[in-house]
């Protein structure tokens, strides 16, 4: 069987193809009797398969030309997965620690073969409806993003190495426009895609597309979005693309990537942390409340752009003196004139990311695709009575993004919403 042309994989040729495969037949001893193979793929784009045997595991990822989900008549360049493949070894590079290790790359077939994040790792969506604790996520999501969007920013690069890996990840557009779309477009008007949970949200979803302020603050992000070049970004990164234990944090998933705004990032994970919070009391049983656990999200809101802030600043002062060329050694050349320009850095990219986070809430109630979050709530009507908190606030913070000083001020503002 030969795999010099794209054809999409199943159990059988798969084994096939790890066979003819070094890089990834070394990884399972080159022993095939005992493999156990499952597609878990339960994503909207792609094939994953997971691929166990008594020596050894890998994850072999699949991109499709169409999206899965709808089918063929939705097509999706697969060259995706060479953008994915490519921003998972530059992240890796960065921190390795959170996110796994690629072991092979194959642009033809489309498809990466990668480190199997064995159990207990699950999706971290699945993890806070289940309302479990992760006493080292702050940590980990803070260190993982101040890595990786710093040292592919200018504050590190000079600016023709920016400008070349930008050039390249220009060519992830597709991708880009699916964003362009169903974040910064459906939601504010009436497209086929959209829906909520009706009857109780119709009249919500319709206040949205009518909301005059909205759309002014939402054309800003879309712009910025669409035009800053700011860092290598994963693009996607929701409480779906980060797998956990209680002590391992990895970010999985970044097909979307691109070079964009650093708030993109940081909000995507924020506002999904928020819609957790939100959702818990759709989850909350006589025997436990999740008053606890929700103060524990609201914790983890605080500590992860705290911790954030603090890391990025301290990769800032340890580079200063590299070959960035954002801030130029000799001309920003005081301590006061370097401190200046950090808090008002930090101040844009804490506003960018409050106003991307709140886009990310508001199209995951009333556009394309929803989250199990609130999906798992049974009932409509509670469901929908989570929903709307999170909506409410979700506008508040979009069009009142600039007036929050600190986290702290944030999550003051949830805590009243709720």
């Keep these: 069987m030969s795999f010099d042309e794209f054809k999409p994989l199943n159990e059988k040729s798969l084994v ?11 990884r399972l001893g ?12 339960d994503g909207n784009l792609n094939f994953v398969f997971i691929v166990v045997g008594s020596t050894g595991s890998l994850v072999i990822k699949q991109a499709l030309p169409y999206i899965r989900c709808i089918g063929e008549s939705w097509p999706m360049t697969k060259e995706r997965a060479y953008f994915e493949a490519t921003t998972l070894r530059k992240h890796g590079g960065l921190s390795p620690d959170h996110v796994p290790e690629v072991y092979h790359f194959d642009r033809t077939m489309a498809l ?7 159990p207990p790792h699950i999706i971290l969506r699945k993890g806070l409806v289940a309302g479990i604790q992760y006493p080292f996520l702050a940590e980990h999501m ?3 993003m101040a890595k990786t969007l710093f040292f592919t920013s200018l504050l590190y690069h000079d600016t023709t190495e920016h400008k070349r890996a930008v050039t390249e990840f220009c060519g992830n557009v597709e991708l880009c426009r699916l964003t362009e779309q ?31 302020a909205l759309k002014i603050e939402i054309a800003e992000l879309k712009s910025m979005f669409c035009e800053r070049a700011q860092a290598l970004i994963h693009g996607d990164l929701h409480t779906g693309s980060v797998m956990v234990t209680q002590d391992s ?19 995507a994970y924020l506002g999904n942390l928020i819609l957790a919070f939100f959702a818990q009391d759709g989850h909350a049983t006589e025997g436990n409340d999740r008053k606890e656990y929700k103060q524990w999200i609201l914790r983890t809101i605080e500590q992860t752009w705290n911790m954030f802030n ?25 301590t006061e004139v370097m401190q200046l320009v950090q808090e008002k850095y930090m101040r844009s990219l804490f506003h960018d990311s409050l106003g991307f986070g709140a886009a990310k809430m508001i199209r995951r109630i009333v556009g ?34 600039r007036k929050f000083k600190c986290i702290g001020e944030v999550v003051s503002a949830i805590q009243q919403q709720s």
């Design 368 to 401: 394309v695709a929803h989250v199990e979050d609130f999906e798992s709530i049974k009932e409509d009507e509670e469901r929908a009575v989570c929903e709307r908190k999170a909506l409410e606030f979700g506008k508040m913070l979009l069009k009142e993004r």
């Design 310 to 334: 603090k890391r990025f600043i301290a990769l800032w002062d340890q580079n200063k003196d590299g070959p960035g060329e954002a801030y130029l050694a000799d001309i920003y050349n005081s």
């Design 30 to 41: 080159d022993k095939y009797d005992d493999l156990v193979i499952k597609e878990v793929g």
């Design 16 to 26: 096939e193809y790890i066979k003819a495969t070094p890089a990834l037949s070394s």
């Design 249 to 267: 944090t990895q970010v999985i998933d970044p097909e979307f990537s691109f070079y964009g705004p650093m708030g993109f990032d940081i909000g």
């Design 112 to 118: 990466i073969g990668m480190r199997y994040l064995e």
């Design 142 to 144: 803070a260190d993982y």
């Design 182 to 212: 169903v974040v910064f477009s459906d939601p504010y008007r009436v497209s086929t895609f959209n829906r909520w949970t009706s009857p109780y949200l119709d009249d919500d979803a319709k206040a949205v597309r009518e909301d005059s």
